[in-house]
């Protein structure tokens, strides 16, 4: 299965629905296709008002994504224009029971039968609803124009091809084909120089998930997250093993008496990875538990539904094979320890010491370990500045206080206007303005390519905003020259139009007084400026600033979202709560704060810096472990030492300075690489925004110290152990 996305001189990104009559002719390259329009519209109950997201489809859809009904017939029903296919969440939503075909639901006035329930959708799908309707449902009112017209680009179309046919094929059909169709909107002489109004590229339905500069920084941070769980698991394996190894020490005598009675260096070994995958299996069976008791709060959290059973047969085969490799590696040392000790020395109560090549290599594990926690706690400090700073930093307009309110698509230029001016007057509220959607949130994109008066080139790509006068006002965005106008002031066959000094610059201007009156093309269109504003910033901080043109219009079809500023947020709220159901009885008021939307832009960042905080503390809090394993050994191995220090008149500083001498080289070496591998993890996420916070090494340091304040204190307890052992039982005790 394809789908497609094609970038427009002025659309940006998304796909020609009228590709589908063309894909349907005799000699189509395809098997099946249909085209796919999603809204959020208010779906009636009685009297109760729900925002449904409606997926406008064809028939075909079904075989496609293989859906298929869990009540009623979802075939008929999609070919039906009067029908409507629920999926079981929305049912119980709406009707609190999921056996409702039959019943009836009323969208923007109409009354659609319930013909189907189907399955509910994991939120991380490529078909994404909450109900079905066909695509040519009376309901489907909205863009009639547009969605028909070759030069506007609306929906989804997905096809399945025949074996053999390939995604590059069908591509360069499709241009080939939009290249042909007349009425295209492009400058002159863009296409006669070899340049494409549109680009179409067919893409491979798994790959969709992996296209565009969100979606590829997204998979990045992932396998950065699967990364970080792949290191707490090997530190969790070295504490292990350190543990391991003390535990080994103490059981000198029960090894040498197990060699005495004939076991070999293979039982030992058996013995051991016995014992190593007992361990691994209970804190696998553990670890399931857990999954199993948070998965449905951790989904809730990240937006995502986990389809898959844990407890299905795979992944209990998956689990328990990677508790035994587990227990397996983590035995190797240990038994290696445990087979190489001589059995008179133990059973004579001389006590062994492990061999010079375990103990360096357990010190090497050891500074991997202070090296991991470095690297995930800076790398987490790292991420959590950079998603503090891109929330807060100044993009030139305001939002505190705005309110964005989508109006349905149905309402007529009447019932707009008379809402507008009822919101307006109200007490709580200052300001209000038409647009195509809230200033930054990016839900509606459209760009242009401009031309400065009678010049043909150079071509300037801008972006476009749709609004009403008092625009600037509500955003609190100062003019710099100029004033606002209406839309009906501007010369005959003129659209004004507002510039920030980003166009300025783009336009070569040298100040903004220069480009008021300027006169730009857009293709079958002439705009003058009227008025230049302070540089303004729409795009996401992992995108470049875009010249920005603010073109006001008093047309209807741009009146999509009000947005208005409050003197007081909830009151503000309250009133548009309060008047909406008078203009809009039959649809639900769908208002969202400014500042809001702009953050949601940015939740992937939110929701992965808190994840990796949690990486973070739990890779310290195993360091930890390692170091307290590490500590135990030490004092242990020295506990001779010490006490004959102590005897000959050592102080107290002198013990800790031995314990010191041990740790802190490793801790040393830890930090160096740590901070090295911390650098350079911290600039390659970095690097994928523009807009970045500035860290400098304040995040290493502050990793360093933590890992230090980490080492104090699970190696305190192991140093007032030293410092009170006593002489007389450490010198009698064959096996401490």
Not at 534 to 547: C, G
Not at 637 to 656: C, S, Y
Request: charged fraction near 15%.
């Amino acid at each position: 299965t394809c789908a497609w996305a094609m970038q427009y001189v002025e659309s940006g990104y998304a796909t020609l629905v009228m590709y589908r009559e063309y894909l349907a002719a005799p000699g189509s390259p395809v098997l099946t296709r249909s085209r796919l329009m999603r809204y959020d519209l208010s779906v009636k109950v009685d009297q109760n008002l729900s925002n449904v997201k409606v997926a406008f489809v064809d028939a075909d859809i079904a075989d496609l994504f293989g859906l298929q009904a869990h009540i009623g017939n979802l075939s008929t029903t999609l070919v039906d224009h009067n029908a409507i296919a629920l999926s079981t969440r929305t049912a119980l939503r709406l009707f609190g029971t999921q056996d409702v075909v039959g019943r009836t639901v009323q969208i923007a006035g109409h009354r659609l039968t319930v013909g189907a329930v189907v399955p509910e959708q994991a939120s991380n799908s490529l078909l994404p609803f909450e109900a079905l309707v066909n695509y040519d449902s009376q309901i489907n009112t909205q863009f009639s124009a547009e969605r028909d017209d070759w030069t506007s680009a609306m929906g989804n179309l997905y096809v399945r091809m025949p074996p053999g046919g390939t995604a590059s094929h069908l591509s360069e059909l499709l241009q080939a084909r939009y290249d042909q169709q007349p009425g295209k909107k492009a400058p002159e002489g863009w296409e006669a120089s070899g340049h494409h109004v549109a680009m179409v590229r067919a893409v491979p339905l798994a790959q969709v998930p992996f296209e565009g500069a969100a979606n590829r920084q997204r998979l990045l941070v992932t396998v950065g997250l699967a990364g970080s769980v792949l290191v707490m698991l090997a530190l969790a394996c070295v504490n292990y093993v350190n543990l391991s190894t003390v535990r080994t020490l103490r059981r000198q005598r029960e090894m040498a008496i197990r060699k005495s009675l004939g076991a070999s260096s293979g039982q030992l070994l058996a013995q051991f990875i016995a014992e190593s995958s007992l361990v691994t299996l209970c804190a696998g069976v553990v670890a399931l538990g857990l999954a199993r008791l948070i998965a449905p709060s951790f989904g809730d959290w990240v937006e995502l539904r986990f389809e898959d059973d844990i407890f299905a047969p795979a992944p209990l085969a998956l689990l328990a094979a990677t508790c035994l490799l587990l227990g397996g590696l983590t035995a190797w040392v240990p038994a290696r320890m445990a087979s190489r000790q001589g059995c008179a020395e133990s059973l004579s109560g001389r006590n062994q010491d492990e061999s010079a090549g375990g103990r360096w290599l357990r010190r090497a594990l050891t500074t991997v370990q202070f090296a991991a926690a470095t690297l995930l706690a800076g790398l987490t400090l790292v991420m959590l500045a950079q998603s503090r700073y891109i929330q807060t930093f100044d993009k030139g307009f305001k939002t505190e206080g705005v309110w964005a309110m989508n109006i349905p698509g149905a309402a007529t230029p009447q019932a707009r206007k008379a809402f507008q001016e009822a919101v307006a007057s109200h007490p709580a509220v200052s300001a209000t303005t038409w647009g195509m959607d809230a200033l930054g949130s990016n839900a509606y994109e459209m760009y242009g390519p401009f031309t400065k008066g009678d010049q043909a080139e150079p071509i300037i790509n801008m972006h476009i905003s749709m609004i009403s006068p008092d625009f600037f006002k509500v955003y609190e965005i100062p003019l710099v020259a100029g004033q606002v106008i209406q839309a009906s002031a501007a010369s005959e066959g003129e659209y004004p139009i507002v510039i920030d000094m980003g166009a300025v610059k783009a336009l070569g201007l040298q100040s903004a007084h220069e480009a008021l009156g300027k006169v730009l093309h857009l293709p079958k269109r002439t705009l003058r400026i009227v008025a230049v504003s302070s540089q303004i910033k729409q795009e996401t901080a992992r995108a470049a600033a875009v010249p920005q043109v603010f073109w006001i219009s008093d047309k209807p079809r741009f009146q999509q979202v009000l947005m208005a500023r409050g003197t007081d947020a909830l009151a503000a709220r309250q009133a548009v709560t309060q008047i909406w159901p008078r203009y809009f009885p039959d649809d639900r008021v769908d208002l969202h704060s400014v500042s809001t939307l702009i953050a949601d832009l940015y939740k992937t960042e939110t929701r992965y810096g808190a994840l990796m905080a949690m990486c973070g503390v739990l890779a310290l809090i195993l360091a930890g472990f390692g170091v307290y394993a590490l500590a135990a050994y030490t004092v242990q191995r020295h506990t001779r030492e010490i006490v004959l220090r102590k005897l000959h008149g050592a102080k107290g500083q002198h013990i800790v300075g031995l314990l010191v001498k041990e740790i802190a080289p490793l801790l040393l070496a830890g930090a160096v690489l740590g901070f090295g591998l911390a650098w350079f993890a911290g600039q390659h996420y970095l690097s994928g925004f523009v807009d970045r916070a500035p860290v400098g090494a304040w995040p290493l340091v502050a990793a360093l110290a933590l890992v230090v304040l980490t080492t104090v204190l699970t190696t305190a307890r192991h140093m007032i152990a030293a410092l009170r052992l006593r002489p007389s039982l450490a010198l009698t005790q064959s096996n401490p």
